[in-house]
């Protein structure tokens, strides 16, 4: 099991960029893919980009490809995604996860983080 800390969630004006971080705990993290997802209120948790064990693999939503980068930094047991151009339909929980292989589907990832919460005015 991984335990999962997701920040750098705040308010942002429409255009601007923030950078989330989700620090993991364990010695398998450089082991897993890992995943970030959103929750918009009233919505479906949606899949934003994903990251294989090494970083040679990223996959990223069609909503938000050229806008927000996924990286890892496996030294620092830390998953990152830059989220530039932001719009107000950004506004969610945003939700780093882990799992065995690079997903788009809830179902893939096993340990989740608590959430940190994107709001983007305009």
């Known amino acids: 099991q991984v335990q999962l800390v997701e920040s750098g969630g705040g308010l942002v004006q429409a255009g601007g960029s923030l950078r989330l971080s989700c620090a993991a705990s364990?010695?398998?993290?450089?082991?897993?893919?890992m995943g970030w997802f959103r929750q918009a209120p009233g919505k479906e948790r949606e899949f934003v980009a994903a990251?294989?064990?090494?970083?040679?693999?990223?996959r990223h939503a069609d909503a938000v490809k050229g806008r927000f980068t996924i990286s890892r930094d496996n030294a620092k047991n830390t998953v990152y995604l830059q989220m530039n151009s932001l719009q107000p339909g950004d506004t969610a929980v945003y939700y780093c996860a882990a799992g065995r292989f690079v997903a788009t589907i809830t179902s893939q990832y096993v340990d989740w983080g608590q959430g940190t919460q994107v709001t983007v005015s305009s």
């Open positions: 990251i294989s064990w090494s970083g040679g693999s990223t």
């Open positions: 364990g010695r398998t993290f450089s082991s897993l893919a």
